[in-house]
């Protein structure tokens, strides 16, 4: 199986260059992104992605915190577009369980993309209440995880196996740290991968090899030395 790079941005400059790669299969983003490149009005901002990014899916999520406003969020960003996976935090900010909105947001035929996951016995909650028809992604944070000091593989492993019974949902890679993530992904078998774009420009220039890495670097050190003019 192949896992897919979904590009983790919310510029407009920069989805329309990521958008034309091939290697690019979808967009995910969140509010955090939103804010950082400069929206102003989430719905007005979200459609220019959406306008931009019309064959690939994108996912884009809610930032209700209670039942009735993700409802009525999740319900207005489903009717943007087909391609829409409408993102809902697997908890809310008080550490409420959403499953009763997943279940029902399931059951509506809306897309979803679970977030902020980060264990297996989360996944087997969210597979508990959803059909095997409609399309989910359970996103599984794993640098954020492995920034605390825990290894997120075991995690992913158990979550990609319990999936296998549902052939309507992928387990997403999220919070990439380095190119290598990507390597990781594709050998724990991981549907999607979500990558900033910096970090899928480095992946286009995977296959050098060790000798390759080892002159570039020497080469870099003697240029720095050169230019700040060092003498012994």
């Not at 550490?95 to 059951?107: A, D, P, T, Y």
Request: glycine share 4%; hydrophobic share 40%.
């Amino acid at each position: 199986m192949k896992t897919k790079i979904f590009c983790d941005i919310a510029e407009i400059s920069q989805i329309k260059k990521f958008y034309k790669k091939k290697i690019v299969k979808g967009f995910t983003t969140n509010p955090s992104l939103m804010r950082k490149a400069g929206a102003k009005n989430y719905e007005i901002y979200s459609k220019q992605i959406i306008k931009v990014c019309n064959k690939k899916p994108v996912s884009l999520e809610v930032f209700a915190d209670e039942y009735e406003g993700m409802k009525d969020q999740a319900i207005k960003i489903n009717s943007w577009g087909k391609n829409i996976y409408v993102k809902i935090p697997i908890i809310n900010s008080k550490g409420k369980f959403m499953g009763k909105i997943i279940k029902e947001l399931n059951s509506k035929n809306v897309k979803l993309n679970i977030t902020a996951v980060y264990s297996s016995k989360q996944t087997d909650k969210i597979l508990k209440l959803i059909n095997k028809r409609n399309k989910v992604i359970i996103s599984i944070f794993a640098g954020r995880a492995a920034d605390t000091g825990k290894d997120p593989i075991p995690e992913f492993i158990k979550s990609i196996k319990m999936a296998k019974k549902f052939k309507n949902v992928e387990i997403l890679w999220a919070s990439v740290r380095e190119p290598y993530n990507y390597t990781q992904a594709k050998q724990i078998g991981c549907h999607i991968i979500t990558i900033p774009p910096s970090i899928i420009e480095k992946i286009e220039n995977f296959g050098k090899t060790f000798s390759q890495l080892t002159k570039e670097t020497v080469k870099a050190f003697l240029v720095d030395s050169k230019k700040s003019k060092f003498i012994i």
